[in-house]
C-alpha cells in the first residue's frame, strides 16, 4: 500500500511541474513559430553590489528565459495574425545594417508596441494579458497599471505585471542574474562568464565572444556570440534589450509614463556597454523608434496557479493506480 500511495504522491507532483522551460510554440498553421526557453535556477541567489543598479540580480523563483532575441520574423508571423492593422507591430528598415532577414533581432518597435506582441503570447496559449494595455488607439499608446479593483491581476510589487500571466519582458533582476550569474554562485562582469572583455565578433557561437565594437549590424539571433553561464545567447552585444523595469533610479514599476531600462548594448558598442556596470533606457511608448533596441522574454508559473490541475492522462494514472490498489486488496 505505501509503494502504491508513493507512485500516487509521485504521478501527481509531476502533474505540478511546470513546463515553462524548453521549446514552445506560439501562433497556428503558416504564422506558427518556437520559441527556445532556458531554466535559471538556484532561487533566492544573493544580489550583485558591484553592477548597476546597485544591489541587483537577486530572484527569489525558478524562471526561464528565451535563449535567443526575439526575431524579425516571429513579429512578422504576430503581425499576420491580427486582423487589427493598427495593433500591428512596424519594425525598422534594417537594409544599411545587415538586412531584414527573418532571424534577425526584432528592433525599431516601442516597447508598448512590443507589450501587444508579449500580450498575444499569454493569450494565443489560453491565457491572460501580461499588461493592461488600452483597448483603443494604436499600437504604441503606453500601458496602464494593474490596480486593486484587477482583483485576479494585481500584483501590489509590481503593478505593472499580471500574477496570472506566465510571459513576460524580464524585469531589472532577472535579466541581470540571466547574464551574470553563474549556477556556481558567482557573477561576473561581463554576460559570457567572464570578468574580462568577450572577443568581439560579427557573428557565430563561440565560447566567450560577443557581436560588438563596431561591427556592420547585428547577427542573426542564433548567431549572436557565445552563451552566458547558463546557457543563453546574446545577452551581450548585438542589440539592447528592454527591460520590463522603469529606468529611473527608484527601479519599481508604478509610473506607466516613464522611461523603460535596457541593456547589453549592440552591434556597435564598446565593451563596456556589455558589462554589469552600464544600463540604458528609452521612451517606452512616443512613437519613434531605435533600430538598436530588441527583447527576449522570460517565462513564470502565475502566481496564483502554483499547483495546477492534473492532465487527462494524469488522472487516469491515479485512477489506474487507484484500481491496482483495490485489486490486491480483493486478492487479500
Excluded: C
Excluded at 485576479?152 to 506566465?166: C, I, L, M, Q, V
Aim: proline share 5%; no cysteine.
Amino acid at each position: 500500500m505505501n509503494r502504491v500511495f508513493s507512485a500516487l504522491v509521485l504521478v501527481w507532483a509531476l502533474s505540478a511541474v511546470d513546463a515553462s522551460a524548453g521549446i514552445v510554440t506560439f501562433g497556428q498553421g503558416a504564422n506558427q513559430f518556437s520559441m527556445e526557453f532556458v531554466t535559471i535556477g538556484n532561487p533566492g541567489n544573493a544580489p550583485d553590489t558591484t553592477g548597476t543598479p546597485n544591489p541587483a540580480g537577486a530572484v527569489s523563483y525558478v524562471y526561464s528565459i528565451g535563449k535567443f532575441e526575439i526575431s524579425r520574423g516571429m513579429i512578422i508571423k504576430y503581425n499576420a495574425a491580427i486582423e487589427n492593422a493598427s495593433r500591428q507591430i512596424t519594425l525598422a528598415d534594417m537594409a544599411a545594417f545587415g538586412g531584414n532577414g527573418a532571424n534577425k533581432p526584432a528592433t525599431g518597435a516601442t516597447w508598448s508596441a512590443l507589450a501587444r506582441f508579449v500580450n498575444w503570447l499569454n493569450t494565443s496559449t489560453g491565457g491572460y494579458a501580461a499588461y493592461k494595455l488600452p483597448l483603443t488607439g494604436g499600437v504604441d499608446d503606453a500601458l496602464q497599471v494593474w490596480t486593486a479593483a484587477d482583483i485576479d491581476d494585481f500584483d501590489a510589487s509590481n503593478p505593472f505585471r499580471s500574477k496570472r500571466a506566465r510571459y513576460f519582458f524580464p524585469n531589472y533582476n532577472e535579466w541581470y542574474k540571466a547574464a551574470y550569474y553563474s549556477p556556481s554562485g558567482v557573477y561576473y562582469d561581463y554576460p559570457t562568464g567572464s570578468d574580462t572583455a568577450p572577443t568581439a565578433v560579427a557573428s557565430g557561437t563561440v565560447a566567450n565572444t560577443a557581436v560588438y565594437g563596431d561591427q556592420s549590424g547585428p547577427a542573426d539571433v542564433d548567431q549572436a556570440g557565445g552563451l552566458s553561464p547558463y546557457g543563453v545567447m546574446g545577452l551581450g552585444g548585438n542589440v539592447w534589450e528592454w527591460e520590463e523595469t522603469n529606468y529611473y533610479f527608484e527601479i519599481i514599476n508604478t509610473y506607466f509614463l516613464s522611461d523603460r531600462g535596457a541593456r547589453g548594448g549592440e552591434w556597435r558598442s564598446n565593451a563596456g556597454d556589455l558589462s554589469s556596470s552600464i544600463r540604458e533606457g528609452g521612451n517606452a511608448h512616443a512613437p519613434f523608434y531605435y533600430n538598436n533596441f530588441g527583447f527576449r522574454v522570460v517565462s513564470l508559473s502565475p502566481s496564483n496557479a502554483a499547483v495546477p490541475e492534473p492532465s487527462t492522462m494524469m488522472i487516469g494514472m491515479i485512477l489506474g493506480l487507484g484500481g491496482l490498489l483495490s485489486k490486491r486488496r480483493m486478492k487479500r
